[in-house]
């Protein structure tokens, strides 16, 4: 079993109101100029509401660049390679959500620039770790790109996405629960490496969502600094493991299988939630606890509220383990079948009994 792999880290973390004004500072320390060149990787609405702070802080950089991306897919990370391509930045800086940081991971790794990760939303892990998820090939793919050089976390921000947003960042730290469970589980079973710092620095990151549940749940900016501060533990945590284990098992099968099935219905991180409280029952944890934290920091626990039907939750659950055949989880190598998925899916709660 070989058990070498590099750990990848970022070389500046910085979190709190205003961090935003420390780019400048961040840049320096990477030793850029202010002629070398930036390229901005965010989106439209992010940059219509924030681009301003951008360019306020970089007023004296003379070579910027943008690109506004429309959707988190292989097709849209390319079209920005190409632009990046032409303009040869230095600097990559992925200023937005998710789907803005990824690509941003993504095209620096394919120009072999320089990533700052400049969240605006604290919906998941990626603005911390050196994975990026994207769309194509049919499904969600998930891939190694670069390690950001720098996080910076402006907590004035983030607390001010919309709630939904922060507590899908919850829903993606609570999941970590059963990402160890799973990551455990292989090694026993199947001989996986395991690293046991790395998934204690996973599970502490949900622990601290758990003890902080009422405060994210209002979106306090408190609530908020300490879900940020779960966030980059996670992505530092997958960067130790060298890969998304610590941060990703059966939970988020059933969350990508769920968005395949019904694209951009609900976050992500609400996806990952409803996936935890189904994947603890399998593991024979406490679920009912998981679901009571759920329902604190103000997430659905089940799909009442929610734009999607019992039948496309069983279908998520029955196809759940084909989207990684290479990942084991508790969903085993042939899944679920449909009455099982039925039985777990009821018995939980998540569709109507």
């Given at each position: 079993?070989?058990?070498?792999?590099?750990?990848?880290?970022?070389?500046?973390?910085?979190?709190?109101?205003?961090?935003?004004?420390?780019?400048?500072?961040?840049?320096?320390?990477?030793?850029?100029s202010e002629t070398n060149g930036l390229f901005i990787v965010t989106g439209p609405n992010v940059w219509r509401k924030l681009g301003y702070l951008i360019d306020t802080v970089l007023e004296k950089y003379k070579n910027v660049e943008?690109?506004?991306?429309?959707?988190?897919?292989?097709?849209?990370?390319?079209?920005?390679?190409?632009?990046?391509?032409?303009?040869?930045?230095?600097?990559?800086?992925?200023?937005?959500?998710?789907?803005?940081?990824?690509?941003?991971?993504?095209?620096?790794?394919?120009?072999?620039?320089?990533?700052?990760?400049?969240?605006?939303?604290?919906?998941?892990?990626?603005?911390?770790?050196?994975?990026?998820?994207?769309?194509?090939?049919?499904?969600?793919?998930?891939?190694?790109?670069?390690?950001?050089?720098?996080?910076?976390?402006?907590?004035?921000?983030l607390s001010k996405a919309p709630p939904h947003l922060i507590r899908a960042g919850a829903g993606d730290l609570i999941g970590k629960l059963t990402a160890v469970r799973d990551w455990i589980l292989a090694h026993k079973l199947k001989?996986?490496?395991?690293?046991?710092?790395?998934?204690?620095?996973?599970?502490?990151?949900?622990?601290?969502?758990?003890?902080?549940?009422?405060?994210?749940?209002?979106?306090?900016?408190?609530?908020?600094?300490?879900?940020?501060?779960?966030?980059?533990?996670?992505?530092?945590?997958?960067?130790?493991?060298?890969?998304?284990?610590?941060?990703?098992?059966?939970?988020?099968?059933?969350?990508?299988?769920?968005?395949?099935?019904?694209?951009?219905?609900?976050?992500?991180?609400?996806?990952?939630?409803?996936?935890?409280?189904?994947?603890?029952?399998?593991?024979?944890?406490?679920?009912?606890?998981?679901?009571?934290?759920?329902?604190?920091?103000?997430?659905?626990?089940?799909?009442?509220?929610?734009?999607?039907?019992?039948?496309?939750?069983?279908?998520?659950?029955?196809?759940?383990?084909?989207?990684?055949?290479?990942?084991?989880t508790i969903l085993g190598e042939t899944g679920l079948t449909r009455d099982a998925a039925e039985k777990l899916a009821r018995s939980t709660g998540v569709i109507p009994s």
């Amino acid at each position: 079993m070989d058990l070498l792999h590099s750990i990848e880290l970022p070389s500046r973390i910085i979190i709190g109101d205003n961090a935003i004004n420390s780019l400048p500072d961040v840049l320096k320390s990477a030793k850029i100029s202010e002629t070398n060149g930036l390229f901005i990787v965010t989106g439209p609405n992010v940059w219509r509401k924030l681009g301003y702070l951008i360019d306020t802080v970089l007023e004296k950089y003379k070579n910027v660049e943008r690109y506004e991306v429309q959707s988190s897919t292989l097709t849209e990370a390319e079209n920005v390679y190409r632009e990046v391509e032409h303009y040869k930045p230095r600097v990559i800086i992925g200023f937005g959500g998710g789907k803005s940081i990824d690509i941003a991971k993504y095209v620096a790794y394919r120009s072999k620039s320089i990533l700052i990760s400049v969240p605006t939303s604290p919906s998941h892990d990626g603005i911390a770790s050196p994975f990026a998820s994207l769309r194509g090939y049919e499904k969600p793919y998930s891939m190694k790109t670069v390690r950001p050089f720098a996080i910076i976390a402006d907590v004035n921000i983030l607390s001010k996405a919309p709630p939904h947003l922060i507590r899908a960042g919850a829903g993606d730290l609570i999941g970590k629960l059963t990402a160890v469970r799973d990551w455990i589980l292989a090694h026993k079973l199947k001989g996986e490496y395991y690293g046991e710092y790395a998934a204690q620095l996973a599970l502490l990151s949900a622990r601290h969502v758990i003890r902080y549940a009422t405060e994210i749940g209002r979106g306090s900016k408190e609530g908020v600094r300490v879900l940020v501060e779960g966030l980059v533990s996670s992505g530092v945590a997958m960067g130790i493991a060298g890969s998304t284990r610590p941060a990703s098992g059966s939970e988020h099968l059933f969350a990508h299988a769920l968005e395949m099935l019904v694209p951009n219905r609900i976050a992500h991180g609400e996806q990952v939630a409803l996936g935890t409280i189904m994947m603890m029952s399998l593991h024979g944890g406490d679920w009912r606890k998981v679901r009571k934290t759920i329902v604190k920091l103000g997430l659905p626990a089940s799909i009442d509220s929610l734009p999607i039907s019992s039948d496309q939750v069983i279908e998520a659950l029955v196809i759940a383990h084909r989207l990684r055949p290479e990942r084991y989880t508790i969903l085993g190598e042939t899944g679920l079948t449909r009455d099982a998925a039925e039985k777990l899916a009821r018995s939980t709660g998540v569709i109507p009994s």
